[in-house]
């Protein structure tokens, strides 16, 4: 007798192949996005609005690029503790308080760009735009600190448990581990296409991420579904 039949209903799909492949795809595009983010946001002199009223295309591509950086980071980095925890739980575990929260606390920045491009289109003085982004910024203090410490801390935890646990090569791992302080670096000496190349080695590390969860066995992966669980015993 079949599982179907004792439950009353068709056993359940397993998905977990498609959890896989979808969990792979995302990895990488978020910290990409937030790469080209890096490279063409206004803002380097410390004046936005001036930057922002010279060049509005360049804050409407940061807010395109946003939306998909948004909508991919926090998924991917799960996926990427998902996979880590079975070899290093108790890594993977600190991994995940820094780095959930930090990209949790990135939509205020987001809102905060999207301030700056609306005070532009409205016909804001540039001085006013860069007072309006600087106060958006303290009233958001605490979460934008949360995101500041939270990503880089939790993605140089998570390029140690890739070294750790050995998920990817050792080189992408160190890659990975030293992304984001490197981006920190960038931020200081206001470099935006090291910047670039620190969120790109992000990427680099969290593809290869990818590529181990396309490779990783479903049973590995994660737990079948209970239905599918009793038909293989029967």
């Not at 080209?36 to 804050?59: M, T, Y």
């Not at 581990?177 to 969290?206: E, F, K, R, Y």
């Amino acid at each position: 007798m079949s599982a179907g039949s004792l439950s009353g209903a068709a056993p359940r799909r397993d998905l977990r192949t498609a959890s896989r492949v979808v969990s792979a795809i995302l990895m990488p595009i978020g910290p990409a996005c937030v790469a080209v983010i890096r490279l063409v946001i206004p803002g380097g002199s410390g004046d936005v609005g001036a930057e922002v009223a010279a060049n509005p295309g360049a804050q409407r591509l940061v807010l395109l690029l946003g939306i998909p950086a948004l909508f991919t980071l926090l998924p991917g980095a799960y996926a990427a503790l998902h996979l880590g925890r079975r070899h290093r739980p108790v890594l993977a575990a600190w991994a995940a308080v820094f780095l959930i929260p930090g990209y949790l606390g990135m939509t205020v920045l987001g809102a905060g760009d999207s301030a700056v491009l609306a005070g532009r289109n409205i016909g804001l003085a540039p001085s006013d735009i860069t007072r309006l982004s600087e106060e958006i910024l303290f009233l958001n203090m605490v979460p934008a600190l949360v995101f500041v410490v939270g990503h880089i801390a939790g993605t140089v935890l998570l390029g140690v448990l890739a070294i750790r646990a050995r998920l990817i090569p050792l080189w992408a791992a160190a890659l990975l581990t030293v992304s984001q302080p490197l981006h920190l670096t960038a931020i200081v000496v206001v470099n935006a296409w090291l910047d670039l190349v620190a969120w790109g080695l992000t990427a680099v590390g969290m593809g290869f991420l990818g590529l181990r969860v396309l490779r990783t066995p479903n049973d590995e992966w994660e737990l079948p579904s209970c239905t599918a669980a009793f038909a293989d015993k029967k």
